[in-house]
C-alpha cells in the first residue's frame, strides 16, 4: 500500500530528469535510439522474425516454394514422434550429450590436473586444443580414413597381433560408438583449455594444504578443485549441451561421403537436414522439419535452465 | 560539440543503411525492368565443368547471332537453393537447368509448359525439338499436360568393366543371370572378387537391387509396391524373382571383403586403377569421367590403364517384364512460369539441341548427349547403344527420388544397405520392407 501511495512522487522526480539532466545526459539520450535501432532491425529482422516464422512453419505442410502452406495444427509433431528416424536421432542426440558428457569432463579434469603437475603443460594444451581449430568437416574425414578397413586404428591392432579385433569400424553396425569416441577425442582439448586456466588459479596452497591433511588426489579433487572450479564448470556445462544438441559437421563428415547417414548415426540435426534441404533425395517436408528444429530448441532451453538451477552454488572468492 | 559529430556520425550511418536497403531494392526493380532482348541463366553447372564450357560457347554464340545480351550464372549443383526463393518471390530466372527432379522441387506448376518449344524448329535443321528426342525420351519428360524440361543430356547406369583386364567380356557379355553368375564364378576361381562396389553409398548397393526388379518388373515394379499403404505389394512373382538373384550375388562373395567399410570412392578408384582384384562395377555414365579425373590427378596413363566398356544388365529369366529398359535420367533446360524473358529463353533452348552445339556435350562434357543422332563419347558407346535401343526408361528408384523422397531415405536405404550386409535374405528384405511401408504410410 505504502509503495502505491508512494508511486506518484515518486515518479515527478524521474520525469523531471527524462526533460533535465545535464546537456551531455540530453545529448546521449537524444543519441540512443539512432545507435541501436540499426542493430535492432537486423536482430529482429534477421534472427527474431525467420525464428517465430520457423515456429510457424511447424503448424503447417509447406514445401517451402511458393506452394500453398496447409495449416495443420500440431500434425507434423504427431507425426515426428511417430517417426522411427527421428525417435532414432533424438535417442543418438541424448546419448551424445550424456555420455560424451561424461566422458569429455572426466578427461577434461583429469587432464588439466595432470597438466598442471608438468612442466610442459602449456605447450601439450595447446596440442590438444588444435583438433578445435581444424574444421570439424575435416576431422570427421580424416578419422573416417583412420577407420576404414584398412586404415591405422585396424593396422595397428593387427600389428599388436590383436587381429581379431580389428573391425568395420564405419558399417551401421559400429559407426555410432566410433561418434561417441571421436566426439570425446575432439571436444576434450577445448574443454581442458577451458579447465586447465581455471585450476591453474587456484593457489597452490590449498594443495598443499589438503596434502597435509592426508588427502590423497581424488580428495584434492572433490575438495580442492571441484568447488574451486564451479563457476567455470557450470558455464562449461551449459557450452557443451548447447554444442552436443547442435552436433552437426563432425559427424556428417565422419558418415557422409555425398550419401545419407545410415540412421544409426543420424542426430537430430541430420534429421532436420535431410528432412529439408539436405540429403540425397532432399524431402522438402519443411512443416516436419521446422517441428524437429522447435524441438531442439525447446529442448535446449529447457536443459540449460535445469542445469543452471542444479549447479547454482554460492561462488568462492579465493 | 562532441555530442554534435556524434550524432552526425549516426546520421551518416542511418543514411548509409538506408542507401544500402534502396540499393538492394534498386537490385530488384533492375531485375525486373529488363529489356526484351535478355537472358538469364543460372546454370547448375560450375565454372570449368565441362558441360558450363559446352554451354558459354552456345550461349556466346547465341548472343552474337540474336543480339540476346545474356547474363549466366555458374551456380553448380546447390542452384536450386537459390532459385527457390526467387520463384516464391516472383522474379525468377529466365532459364534454369536440372534433372527431372526440377519438377518437384521447383514444383511443375511454377515451370513453362514446354509444349510449344518442342514443336518449334531447330535451326538449321528441318526437324522440331520434339522429332529431335526419341520415344521414351519424351515420355520420361512429358507430365499429363505436356512436357516441363528440354533434355539436353542424360545420365544412366551400365555394367562396366575395363577391356584391358577382362577383354573376353567384350566377346561374350552375359546376357542373362545365369551366364552372369558364371562369368563371377570363373573371375572368382582365377582369385578375383569381381564385383566393385562402395557400399557406404546405399544408392550403390540399390543399384543392383532396382537393375534386377527393374528387368523382372519392369518399370513402376518397386514405385508401386512402396505407394501400397499395405506392404504387400513386395511379394509379386516379380520381386520374389529379382530380390533372390541379388541374394545370389550377395551370398556369392563376389563383393571385396570390407567393401560397406571404406568409404566412397575407395573401391571405384580401386577398382579403376586396379589396386583391387575387381573386373566390374554398376555404375552411372559419369563412370569414365570421373575415373578418368582422378587416374590423372594421381599422374597416371589413364589410357595405357584402363578402357572402359559396359554391357546391359543382364535378363533375370525368361519372365521378364523389363527387357529392353534402360536408366537414363534426363538432364535438361526448364523455364520458370514468371521468367520475364521467355522468349529468348525458348529461343536458346532450340538453339542448344541443334547438333552443332548439343555436339560439345559429347566432345567438350564428355557426356552424353540427348539426342541420339549426335555421335557419343567412345567411352559411352555401350551405354549410348541401350539409350537407343530402348523400350522405356526408368529414373533413379524408379522415380521415388522425386515422387517419396521419405521414403528412399527411411524405408528404402536403410533396408538395402541391411540386405547387402548379409544381415537378412531375400524374404527378410521384402519383409522389412514391407513392414517399414506399412509404418511409413501410417504416419505421411
Same mark, same amino acid.
Given at each position: 500500500?505504502?509503495?502505491v ?7 515527478a ?20 535510439w ?20 520457423g ?18 495444427g ?25 555420455v ?10 583429469l587432464?588439466?590436473?595432470?597438466l ?24 570427421g574425414?580424416g ?17 599388436a ?18 561418434i561417441?569416441?571421436?566426439t ?17 588459479r587456484i ?23 571441484l ?12 557450452l ?25 548415426a ?47 552454488r554460492?561462488?568462492?572468492?579465493f | ?23 538492394g ?12 532482348g ?10 570449368g565443368?565441362?558441360?558450363q564450357?559446352?554451354?558459354?560457347a ?26 527457390i526463393?526467387?520463384?516464391?518471390a ?46 521414351p ?16 543430356s ?22 542373362? +543371370?545365369?551366364e552372369?553368375i558364371?562369368?563371377l ?9 569381381p ?6 553409398i ?5 543399384? +543392383?537391387?532396382? +537393375? ?10 518397386i514405385?508401386n509396391?512402396?505407394?501400397d ?18 541374394q ?29 582384384k ?22 597416371k ?10 554391357f546391359?544388365?543382364?535378363?533375370i529369366s ?20 514468371k ?22 556435350i ?21 551405354y ?22 521419405? +521414403? ?7 533396408a ?12 527378410g ?9 506399412a ?6
Open positions: 500500500m505504502s509503495r501511495m508512494a508511486s506518484p512522487a515518486g515518479l522526480p524521474r520525469a523531471r530528469v527524462r526533460s533535465g539532466g545535464s546537456p551531455a545526459e540530453q545529448g546521449r539520450r537524444k543519441i540512443y539512432p545507435f541501436i535501432t540499426p542493430a535492432l532491425l537486423f536482430y529482429v529482422g534477421f534472427f527474431v522474425v525467420p525464428a517465430l516464422y515456429v510457424w512453419v511447424s503448424f503447417v505442410k509447406w514445401r517451402g516454394m511458393g506452394d500453398p502452406q496447409v495449416f495443420v500440431f500434425g507434423n509433431y504427431r507425426r515426428m514422434w511417430r517417426d522411427e528416424s527421428f525417435r532414432m536421432a533424438f535417442t543418438n542426440t541424448i546419448t551424445i550429450l550424456i560424451c558428457g561424461v566422458g569429455v569432463f572426466a578427461c577434461s579434469f587432464i588439466s590436473s595432470i598442471r603437475e608438468l612442466k610442459l603443460g602449456p605447450v601439450l594444451r595447446t596440442i590438444m586444443f588444435v583438433p578445435h581449430l581444424l574444421s570439424p568437416i575435416a576431422v574425414i578419422l573416417g580414413l583412420l577407420l576404414s578397413p584398412d586404415g591405422l586404428l585396424n593396422a595397428t591392432l593387427r600389428l597381433g590383436l587381429g581379431s579385433a580389428a573391425q568395420l569400424w564405419l558399417t551401421p553396425d559400429w559407426i555410432f560408438k566410433m561417441l569416441i571421436a570425446i577425442w575432439g571436444s576434450t582439448g577445448y574443454y581442458v583449455m577451458l579447465m586447465a586456466s581455471a585450476i591453474g593457489p597452490g596452497y590449498y594443495y598443499e594444504q589438503a596434502a597435509l591433511d592426508g588427502a590423497g588426489r581424488f580428495r584434492a579433487f572433490l575438495h580442492v578443485t568447488p574451486l572450479t564451479w563457476d567455470l564448470v557450470s558455464v562449461t556445462a551449459v557443451w549441451m548447447i554444442s552436443a544438441i547442435r552436433i552437426f559437421e563432425f559427424v556428417y563428415g565422419l558418415v557422409g561421403t555425398g550419401a545419407n547417414p545410415p540412421p544409426q543420424r542426430t537430430m540435426t541430420i534429421e532436420v537436414f535431410l528432412t529439408t534441404t539436405g540429403g540425397a533425395p532432399a524431402q522438402y517436408d519443411m512443416g516436419l522439419g521446422s517441428a524437429m528444429a522447435v524441438v531442439m530448441v525447446l529442448m535446449t532451453l529447457v536443459l540449460v535452465v535445469a542445469v543452471r538451477r542444479f549447479m547454482r554460492e561462488a568462492l572468492e | 560539440m562532441r555530442i554534435t559529430r556524434l550524432r552526425a556520425v549516426s546520421g551518416a550511418l542511418a543514411l548509409a543503411l538506408g542507401a544500402v536497403g534502396l540499393a531494392c534498386g537490385g530488384a526493380k533492375d531485375a525486373k525492368s529488363g529489356a526484351a535478355k537472358l538469364v541463366y543460372w546454370s547448375m553447372w560450375t565454372e565443368e565441362g558441360q564450357k559446352a554451354i558459354k552456345a550461349l556466346d554464340s547465341f548472343s552474337a547471332e540474336t543480339g540476346i545480351q545474356v547474363d549466366a550464372q555458374w551456380v553448380g549443383r546447390e542452384v536450386g537453393k537459390q532459385v526463393p526467387r520463384l516464391t516472383g522474379n525468377p530466372p529466365d532459364l534454369v537447368d536440372g534433372g527431372t527432379d526440377l519438377l518437384t522441387s521447383y514444383g511443375s506448376a511454377n515451370l513453362q509448359n514446354l509444349t510449344d518449344v518442342y514443336k518449334s524448329e531447330i535451326p538449321g535443321e528441318n526437324i522440331t525439338v520434339g522429332d529431335s528426342l526419341i520415344k525420351m519424351l515420355k520420361e519428360v512429358s507430365g499429363t499436360d505436356g512436357p516441363r524440361l528440354a533434355p539436353y542424360l545420365v544412366g547406369s551400365s555394367v562396366w568393366y575395363n577391356q584391358k583386364v577382362t577383354p573376353e567380356l567384350s566377346l561374350h557379355p552375359p546376357k542373362t +543371370w545365369a552372369f558364371k562369368a564364378d570363373k573371375l572368382k576361381a582365377a582369385g578375383r572378387t564385383v566393385a562396389l562402395d557400399g557406404d546405399a544408392d550403390y548397393d540399390a543399384y +543392383w537391387v532396382l +537393375w534386377a526388379l527393374m528387368r523382372t518388373g519392369g518399370p513402376g515394379t514405385a509396391a512402396a505407394k499403404p499395405s506392404g504387400q505389394g513386395f511379394e509379386t512373382p516379380a520381386w520374389k524373382r529379382g530380390t533372390e538373384a541379388i545370389q550375388l550377395i551370398k556369392g562373395g563376389y563383393f571385396p571383403p570390407g567393401f560397406n567399410g571404406t568409404k566412397f570412392p575407395t573401391q571405384q578408384s580401386a577398382w579403376a586403377d586396379q589396386t583391387s575387381t573386373d566390374l562395377i554398376l555404375m552411372g555414365s559419369w563412370l569414365p569421367t570421373e575415373a578418368t579425373t582422378s587416374l590423372t590427378s594421381q599422374h596413363d589413364v589410357r595405357k590403364l584402363i578402357e572402359f566398356r559396359s546391359p544388365f543382364p535378363a525368361d519372365q521378364d517384364k523389363g527387357t529392353g529398359v534402360v536408366d537414363a535420367g534426363p538432364i535438361g533446360f526448364a523455364v520458370p512460369q521468367a520475364l524473358h521467355k522468349e529468348a529463353a525458348d529461343k536458346f533452348i532450340a538453339y542448344f539441341l541443334a547438333k552443332k552445339q548439343l555436339s560439345r559429347a566432345t567438350v562434357a564428355k557426356s552424353m548427349p540427348a539426342r541420339t543422332d549426335v555421335t557419343p563419347p567412345p567411352d559411352l558407346a555401350g549410348a547403344k541401350e539409350f537407343a535401343n530402348a523400350t522405356a526408361f526408368f529414373g533413379t528408384n524408379d522415380g521415388l527420388y522425386n515422387t517419396m523422397p521419405k +521414403w528412399v531415405t527411411d524405408v528404402w536405404q536403410p538395402v544397405v541391411a540386405f547387402f550386409e548379409g544381415k537378412t535374405d531375400a524374404a528384405f521384402r519383409a522389412d520392407l514391407a513392414k517399414r511401408t509404418d511409413y504410410h501410417k504416419n505421411n
